[in-house]
């Protein structure tokens, strides 16, 4: 099953079960994914794209506002912890670094041709941020 359609099938039984704030973040992803489906230049897996956009998005909310705005923080936090589910496991930053040094013991040095090689290898298992931050440790430039 895609991840729209266990999307919309965790939608309805979130309906059905009266609960009421997990059926309205389902209800924006999925309006989200519509939109993107809409959208003629827009490719590749457009679910996880939204979903890893809006968690990226609540997650800079906590991280800026948590302290002073305590109960819509901890509203998202249990959006983000609702949606993590339809994600790929993100790699970890052992996983990373083993990776890059494998691109670049096959002869590549430049950081934007090893992160477009981690990119295409792992796709949304791959925490952009977390990989350029591995890189500069690696020393690439």
Known sequence: MDIKAEIQKDRIAALRAGEGEKKAT????LGEIQKKEKDPSAKGD???????????ALREFIAEHGATHAETAGKYANEIAQLEKYLPKQLGDDEIRS?????MDSGETRKGLVMKALKEKHGAALDGKRAATILDELGLK
């Open 99 to 103: 990776a890059a040094r494998a691109i």
């Open 26 to 29: 389902l209800d924006y992803i």
């Open 46 to 56: 457009l679910a996880t794209a939204v979903i890893l956009a809006y968690v990226k």
